[in-house]
């Protein structure tokens, strides 16, 4: 058995702490190699290589996927979610209408796809955002809107920007959580739910997860773990979590972001391949509140995949 971690070219310093990181790990566990994702990928796969995907790619090529599709077609077993899942996360929009048709409340929502908007736009305030951009793209301070008509103007602008459907939604101004879920089956657990505190960020500066507050003000924010919740509300928002992780076909890793309102936990986003960054990403935050450490936490998420291979021989 190999360890196989295929990455992009991306040179940012998060993204190479966390092959790094991860490779640290494997390396302990077993041989392991590092390979860009590139047309000679496929080449230099063998049977028994198990694959752990840290390229995201470009905007909109929804490389994550693809990747797991390619595995799933090679017959290599990989660590993360299959294909399916990547797809629809991918979509803030596909993934409030899966989730809504099993009952999980998301917030009240509408899309305009560059001609009209599908259905209604609720009552303000809304928040408005691209459908299918991560880490805050798209996301700014014009995103808050107080009037269904500023958001209109908003959603046609940042279309044109962005060239993809744009979400509108219901804007909550409670408590905002983010709860990570590790392993699979009888393995499955959830962590603790980590609460992003945004009180302390200077005046002016938006108070939700924008591009700027995520790039600009991290370390003015305050990470909380275990949120401070009472216990009814914790139930809850554990049980829509690991709910959230077996609509969507998730395995190994899956971080949902939720938002209150009136101690309602609703689903913000879905994170099919969240980051595993040791330093800054948020579920290795959730393993410290647990008392493990980040080795702990990638040998984990290791676990179904390699017994799996074991298994199949």
């Known amino acids: 058995m190999r360890f196989v971690i295929v ?48 390229a995201i790619g470009k905007r909109h090529d929804f490389l994550q996927g693809t990747i797991s599709a390619i595995m799933e077609g090679l017959g290599n077993e990989f660590i993360g979610s299959p294909a399916y899942t990547h797809y629809i996360c991918l979509d803030k929009f596909t993934t409030k209408s899966l989730l809504n048709s099993y009952s999980i409340p998301t917030p009240a929502g509408t899309l305009f796809d560059g001609r009209s908007f599908v259905s209604d736009i609720p009552e303000p305030p809304l928040i408005v955002k691209p459908v299918a951009e991560g880490s805050g793209i798209g996301v700014d301070s014009d995103s808050l809107c107080d009037s269904v008509e500023a958001a209109k103007k908003t959603a046609m602008e940042k279309f044109e920007k962005f060239k993809e459907p744009i979400m509108i939604e219901k804007y909550l101004n409670g408590t905002e959580l983010t709860i990570g879920i590790i392993g699979f089956g009888s393995d499955l657990k959830v962590l603790p739910p980590l609460e992003i505190d945004f009180s302390n960020l200077p005046q002016g500066v938006e108070k939700f997860y924008s591009q700027m507050v995520k790039e600009k003000y991290a370390s003015q924010t305050i990470y909380r773990c275990p949120a401070f919740l009472n216990e009814k509300v914790r139930n809850e928002v554990l049980d829509i979590a690991k709910k959230t992780f077996e609509i969507t076909r998730a395995r190994d890793y899956l971080r949902v972001d939720m938002r209150l309102d009136e101690s309602q936990p609703y689903v913000i986003e879905v994170n099919s391949m969240p980051g595993l960054d040791p330093e800054n990403s948020d579920i290795p935050k959730m393993v410290e509140a647990i008392s493990r450490d980040y080795e702990w936490l990638i040998r984990y998420i290791l676990r179904r995949a390699v017994r799996s291979l074991e298994v199949r021989g």
């Open 7 to 54: 990455k992009d070219l991306s040179p940012e310093t998060a993204k190479a702490r966390t092959v790094k990181a991860v490779a640290d790990v494997l390396k302990r566990v077993g041989k392991t190699e590092i390979f860009n994702f590139d047309t000679s990928l496929i080449e230099k796969l063998k049977k028994d290589d198990v694959v752990f995907n840290l």
